[in-house]
């Protein structure tokens, strides 16, 4: 059988053949398009961040607030009573430092992905977010940030309508 | 009091796309294929003498008895209707002004899957004599689209 693999004139091929057009092929792409419901409590928060606040669900058997909020309370399984209005403010519960982007390309400039606790709500509970206006090396677990925000007539409705958080002077 | 009412000003949904994108190549006897419909405007088959079969589009095996094919002919341009089916929808699933014909054209003991343009779809029948009208040399990329439609003869 290793004779025969031997012999199969198979190969692989490099990006530049195909350039040159020493090979041929067709190339096509599936139009894999989406809408995403974004549902009462997820639709709430959207609309918040457009109004330039971090909303939360809060609920009053439990006492927890969530961010983002959801309808229904993960711990007694209850409808959630009220959407509250939480800072953005809060503290970095976890980090990470990326010299690459999503499709693997390197970059200069970290990128610092954290997941950030908000002021206001239950401990333990926050959003993922960037860090920015900060050096890879300062950052810590701890650490307190605040959101920077887009101007309000170009936030649209999505998380990215906050830029990044930036750490809060201490004084 | 539970929260059941959207905030008028949500966005209803999150709109997105994934890219998602191919490139197929051809493989051995594709490429070879392929590359003769670009460099000479003709439709190669392969040719088992033992079983007496000719693949169309040609490939590197006899599919029957397994052994290599070396030897390509070229099968001409025209054959008959072996099967065919009308579109009357886009891709998009919006209703098409012009009906498409398309047609599995018998050439050797194999065929193309092709459109079949300039015929009265009254006078459509399965085993009508088409040809191929292949695109002019500078047009030709190496496609299937090289061939631009079958015609009746």
Known sequence: MSELLRDLPGRSLSEKEFEEGKILFNFDELHGNFAWDTGVAVGSYLAGLKRGVILGAHCTTCRKTVVPPRMVCEWCYRPMNEIVVLQDTGTVNTFSICYVTWDVQRIQEAEIPAVIEIDGASPLHGIMHLLGEVDADKVHIGMRVKAVWKPADERQGAITDICYFKPIEEV | ?153
């Open chain 2, 1 to 153: 009091m539970a929260l059941l009412e959207r905030d008028p000003e949500a966005p209803l949904s999150w709109e997105g796309t994934m890219p998602v994108t191919n490139r197929y190549t051809f493989g051995q006897a594709g490429e070879r294929f392929f590359r003769l419909l670009k460099d000479e405007g003709r439709i190669y088959g392969s040719r088992c003498d033992q079983c007496n079969l000719t693949y169309v589009p040609a490939t590197s095996f006899c599919e029957r008895c397994l052994s290599k094919l070396e030897q390509w002919i070229d099968v001409g341009t025209q054959g008959e209707v072996h099967t065919f089916t009308i579109l009357a929808t886009n891709y998009d699933g919006t209703p098409s002004d012009v009906p498409e014909i398309i047609v599995l054209v018998k050439l050797g003991d194999g065929g193309l899957i092709h459109k079949l343009s300039a015929v009265d779809p009254e006078q459509l029948c399965i085993g009508m004599q088409v040809e191929a009208v292949i695109k002019p040399d500078n047009e030709r990329t190496g496609s299937i689209l090289d061939i631009e439609y079958f015609r009746p003869v």
